[in-house]
């Protein structure tokens, strides 16, 4: 069983549409990152959470220790957001399977 | 903006070939990763250095053999390249802290034919 679970697996959206995507882990941590890769392959860290909550543009994500869970959101979500959306926590960088979206227009 | 380089960008290289796999970084960090990822999988970490000198092994067991000389370096080498070698490996750099943030080089598509 992988220690970092991501849900969905797969996502399709409309643009415009309010999309989520969660992250649960089973060990303790110092930190969490929320990493997108774009289908070149390049990866982009987006936030590193250790409490509460972070935002940086259309991009919220949040994370709650105690229930060892973070989602990720994207409001107004375009095109452009297409891509893998990958969970990792900080004990030696442990990787979720990684959240496909892709945004239609 | 991350300046951390990888070459080269794509590989194809035959069976039993020994290759090395750059990567450097310009922004002073401390440590430095190799991350593998099979085409649709998870990321895996091989390989990590604290600093110069330093080399540790992650969780996912490779064959290739990490170096770091200098600060701003950490080669990748495979002595003799399979066909299991076939796929994506990134190299990511952080200050050193456990929370820092890790920037991500472009990756190296190797293909072991």
């Known amino acids: 069983k992988n220690e970092v679970e991501q849900s969905p697996q797969n996502l399709t959206a409309q643009e415009g549409e309010f999309i989520t995507i969660n992250c649960s882990y089973s060990v303790g941590i110092s930190a969490l990152h929320w990493l997108q890769q774009h289908p070149g392959g390049g990866i982009v860290s987006l936030f590193m959470l250790s409490s509460g909550k972070k935002k940086h543009g259309r991009l919220i994500a949040t994370i709650n220790i105690q229930e060892k869970h973070s989602s990720l959101h994207i409001t107004a979500s375009h095109p452009r957001d297409s891509a893998v959306y990958i969970c990792?926590?900080?004990?030696?960088?442990?990787f979720g399977a990684g959240t496909r979206l892709t945004v239609k227009p | 903006e991350a300046d951390i380089y990888q070459t080269p960008r794509y590989l194809v290289i035959g069976t039993g070939k020994k290759i090395t796999l750059e990567c450097s970084q310009t922004?002073?960090?401390?440590?430095m990763y190799w991350y593998q990822q099979d085409p649709g999988m998870e990321l895996h970490l091989i390989h990590y250095?604290?600093?110069?000198?330093?080399?540790e092994k992650g969780d996912l067991s490779s064959e290739s053999t990490v170096s770091r000389i200098r600060t701003e370096h950490f080669p990748l080498t495979l002595e003799s390249a399979r066909p299991s070698h076939t796929s994506q490996y990134l190299c990511?750099?952080?200050?050193?802290?456990?929370?820092?943030?890790?920037?991500f080089g472009p990756g190296t598509r190797l293909t072991v034919l």
């Open positions: 990511a750099s952080s200050v050193g802290t456990r929370t820092d943030t890790q920037y």
């Open positions: 922004m002073g960090h401390d440590k």
């Open positions: 250095s604290y600093g110069v000198n330093s080399t």
């Open positions: 990792a926590v900080n004990n030696d960088m442990r």
